[in-house]
């Protein structure tokens, strides 16, 4: 499947290589995270690595989980929202549901919050620790469709090693 993004064609990776991308940043996020504990320099080092990583992303980054709102954490790319009701967009549904969401137009999600005009995809998977979700990792993307299946279960791959440092 090929899209435009400013002018550009991209061709979405195709499962083999999503998981080679996933398979080589694995090792490197551990290497990021060794001996570690704080949450906001992993965080970032996490939001970093994969903004910089997986092709066709406009946004990368945490909303943690305070009382009723999702607050802004660490992240990659433009200004976003800073705090998000829980139950309201893709980010506060992610956490009412304990499941991640994919939309592949979110235009046509209910709700939706636009922090940033040019997102046309999001992917939002919770945070846990301690089995409590404590927040999400959300991705947007200025193509419609972008992410799938092989996507979801690479940043679940590594939410579960960041996970691990909290």
């Not at 993004?5 to 090792?27: C, G, I």
């Not at 992303?57 to 992240?75: C, H, K, S, T």
């Not at 419609?144 to 299946?149: E, I, L, N």
Request: hydrophobic residues 45%; glycine residues 10%.
């Amino acid at each position: 499947m090929t899209f435009t993004l400013n002018d550009t064609a991209y061709r979405s990776d195709s499962a083999a290589a999503k998981q080679a991308m996933f398979d080589d940043l694995r090792p490197q996020l551990q290497g990021l995270v060794a001996g570690e504990t704080d949450r906001v320099a992993n965080s970032a080092n996490f939001s970093s690595l994969v903004f910089n990583s997986m092709p066709g992303l406009n946004w990368a980054g945490f909303y943690f989980l305070q009382g009723d709102e999702l607050v802004l954490g660490p992240f990659q790319g433009k200004p976003a929202c800073i705090r998000i009701q829980r139950g309201r967009g893709v980010c506060g549904g992610a956490v009412d549901q304990g499941e991640a969401i994919v939309v592949a137009d979110v235009h046509a999600f209910p709700g939706h919050i636009a922090c940033d005009v040019n997102s046309r995809s999001e992917l939002v998977v919770p945070l846990r620790a301690g089995g409590a979700v404590i927040g999400v990792f959300d991705l947007d993307s200025p193509l419609p469709g972008r992410f799938d299946a092989d996507d979801l279960a690479g940043i679940e791959s590594l939410l579960r090693i960041l996970e691990a440092t909290f």
